[in-house]
T-cell receptor, first 115, second 108 residues
Framework: NAGVTQTPKFQVLKTGQSMTLQCAQD?????MYWYRQDPGMGLRLIYY???????DKGEVPNGYNVSRLNKREFSLRLESAAPSQTSVYFC??????????????FGPGTRLLVL | GIQVEQSPPDLILQEGANSTLRCNFS?????LQWFHQNPWGQLINLFY???GTKQNGRLSATTVATERYSLLYISSSQTTDSGVYFC??????????FGKGTKLTVNP
């Protein structure tokens, strides 16, 4: 049981390049999330998916797109990377709202540097 | 939206000491969680505690929902407790709002 996995662990991009961050969970969770963590800012929600086939914006969605590929996988895409998107990105999952526990479980993170 | 304030921002302890971390919310929450981020960056969920008190080993948490705050207690601290502690909450959705964290350093 690997929990929540993320790839890649580290990535360097040039301004304007695109990339997709991958996330998968093997806990049969309904809900999945993407956060970014910047120094002194805590974690901020980018997008989340309450169930397969649905996505919703979080606090900081601009510059990002997401795809809930299936129940296990939730990807985050940067179409045209900007230096302001340099951050550590975390994926998380939970059983789901109203399921008795909204406890969120996090992946190891992806460090992204945009030059 | 909900605002989350954590205090203190930094805390330095000697091994064996006890500590209390506080989290205040600007509005009612019914989903409140505490996390520990270790020095290697991994985030671990400590408690899901929208109300009441829970204990897990040397850690315990209490949430007083009517007064919009939560406390995390660490007893007999160890160097492995070092890291950043985050609280996060939401008021009926899954959109957790995180505080900026309390950085704890436990010295041997």
């Amino acid at each position: 049981n690997a929990g929540v996995t993320q790839t890649p662990k580290f990535q360097v991009l040039k301004t304007g390049q695109s990339m997709t961050l991958q996330c998968a969970q093997d806990m049969n969770h309904n809900s999945m999330y993407w956060y970014r963590q910047d120094p002194g800012m805590g974690l901020r929600l980018i997008y989340y998916s309450a169930s397969e086939g649905t996505t919703d914006k979080g606090e900081v969605p601009n510059g990002y797109n997401v795809s809930r590929l299936n129940k296990r996988e939730f990807s985050l895409r940067l179409e045209s990377a900007a230096p302001s998107q340099t951050s550590v990105y975390f994926c998380a999952s939970s059983v789901g709202l109203g399921q008795g526990s909204e406890t969120q479980y996090f992946g190891p993170g992806t460090r992204l540097l945009v030059l | 939206g909900i605002q989350v304030e954590q205090s203190p921002p930094d805390l330095i302890l000697q091994e064996g000491a006890n500590s209390t971390l506080r989290c205040n919310f600007s509005d009612s929450v019914n989903n409140l969680q505490w996390f520990h981020q270790n020095p290697w960056g991994q985030l671990i969920n400590l408690f899901y505690i929208p109300s009441g008190t829970k204990q897990n080993g040397r850690l315990s948490a209490t949430t007083v929902a009517t007064e919009r705050y939560s406390l995390l207690y660490i007893s007999s601290s160890q160097t492995t407790d070092s890291g950043v502690y985050f609280c996060a909450g939401s008021g009926g959705s899954e959109k957790l709002v995180f505080g900026k964290g309390t950085k704890l350093t436990v010295n041997p």
